[in-house]
């Protein structure tokens, strides 16, 4: 039990979930998930549902979604190993980007109902946006291997290609070297666009009347 409480309160860190959310980064911009899906996948996806609960300190219906999305895409990705194919392949990461999203859900909640502006504050921000980034990519990824043209760009394209492009989605910068073709991909980069930006300013609103609410509990 004390070995149990030990562990749960080292990984009740942000820090934490931030070094895993750049794992699973990496893990999508260099293709391990094409070789070892259930290996590469599997654990970092499990831990972020786990650390993004224990940091957050909430429960509910998005932890028991992210739970339950994490262990089918589990199960899936053992499907794709074995029949492997566009459509279970596209379930997997369809699943992934559930969990994503549920994470997501618990750690704005988290940030939102802080009212003080701390390191912790911060770092949890940060785990927001680098979640939402995460679950768009997943979803692109889906959309791709399902209709096999998601990009109005021609050839082969890998989950490198679809995190680069949810990544710059997020940000606006649009560099236009990867563009969405037909009305799916159009709405998902639209609606990465739009999530982002709503995102950032209640990020950025919420940083700021904190910030202005413990500078005037000080004057006090």
Known sequence: MHVMTRTNRWLDRFDILAGILLVDYAILVTNLVSRYTAIAV?????????????????????????????????????ADGIWPGRVTGGLVNALFAVAMFASFILVATHVLRTEDVTARTMLASLCVYLLLGLCFALIDTSVGQVSRHFFMQRGAHDYSDYSYFSFITLTTVGYGDLTPFGSVPRACAVLEAISGQIVLVTLVARTVSSATSMRHRRDR
């Open 42 to 78: 599997v654990l970092p996806i499990v831990l972020t549902v786990r650390i993004a609960q224990l940091a957050s300190g909430l429960r509910g219906i998005w932890l028991q979604v992210g739970q339950v999305a994490a262990a089918l895409g589990l199960l899936a990705a053992v």
